[in-house]
Each structure stands twice: as structure tokens, then as C-alpha cells.
């Protein structure tokens, strides 16, 4: 099984950027498509982003796009969310999981997730 650990996550004021790392171990994680998920207090865990096992393909929540950049580097195990703009509903424990199952954008039931990085950004 894969394990993965966020970090990154900070308080930041509103417009500002930060980039997210999620450091995966195990053989089989460049084989994975990955996502990016977040939760916000009182709220449920949402989709944010995903990109597939070599990086051709991504998919983004309505909400970040254009905003938010996932990206992977598989010789490093590490998937990215390059976040810029960033407005204060963007504050939430963002989690990294995987294997993203594309049809649906949920994570598969043998997957892994991470622990989670707090991101707080400021008005």
C-alpha cells in the first residue's frame, strides 16, 4: 500500500499562492492516477483536483479552476498543488489520495490518503 504525506500547507493572506507537496512511498505509485481533496470545517471533503499516472491528464473542481495546478513528478513519488489567488473559502485541510478512480474522481477502496496539511488563508 501506498503512504503518502502532505506538507506545505500555512496561513496566507487572500491573493497570495502556496504550493502543496504530497510525498508518496511504495513501487507502485507512479502506476497511480492522483487527486488532491479538501475539507473545510462543518463541511464535507470535496474533490479538488487529479491527474493521471503520467501527467497527460488532469481535471479540476469548478471552483479552482484556473487557479490550481496539480502536477507529478514520478522519479521523486510526489504529486503538487500549486494553489495562486488563493481567497479565504480556499481554507481547508487539503489531503493528497490515491488511486483516483477517473470515471467517477473518487478514490479507489484500496487506496490511501494522507493526513492531511492545513491551509488558512487570510482576508
Known amino acids: 500500500q501506498v503512504q503518502l504525506v502532505e506538507s506545505g500547507g500555512r496561513l496566507v493572506q487572500a491573493g497570495g499562492s502556496l504550493r502543496l507537496s504530497c510525498a508518496a512511498s511504495?513501487?507502485?505509485?507512479?502506476?497511480?492516477?492522483m487527486g488532491w481533496f479538501r475539507q473545510a470545517p462543518g463541511k464535507e471533503r470535496e474533490f479538488v483536483a487529479a491527474i493521471t499516472w503520467r501527467g497527460s491528464s488532469t481535471v479540476y473542481a469548478d471552483s479552482v479552476k484556473g487557479r490550481f495546478t496539480i502536477s507529478r513528478d514520478n522519479a521523486k513519488n510526489t504529486v503538487y498543488l500549486q494553489m495562486n489567488s488563493l481567497k479565504p473559502e480556499d481554507t481547508a485541510v487539503y489531503y493528497c489520495?490515491?488511486?483516483?478512480?477517473?470515471?467517477?474522481?473518487?478514490?479507489?477502496?484500496?487506496?490511501?490518503w494522507g493526513q492531511g496539511t492545513q491551509v488558512t488563508v487570510s482576508s
Open positions: 511504495g513501487r507502485t505509485f507512479s502506476s497511480y492516477a
Open positions: 489520495a490515491g488511486p483516483m478512480l477517473w470515471a467517477t474522481m473518487t478514490v479507489a477502496d484500496f487506496g490511501s
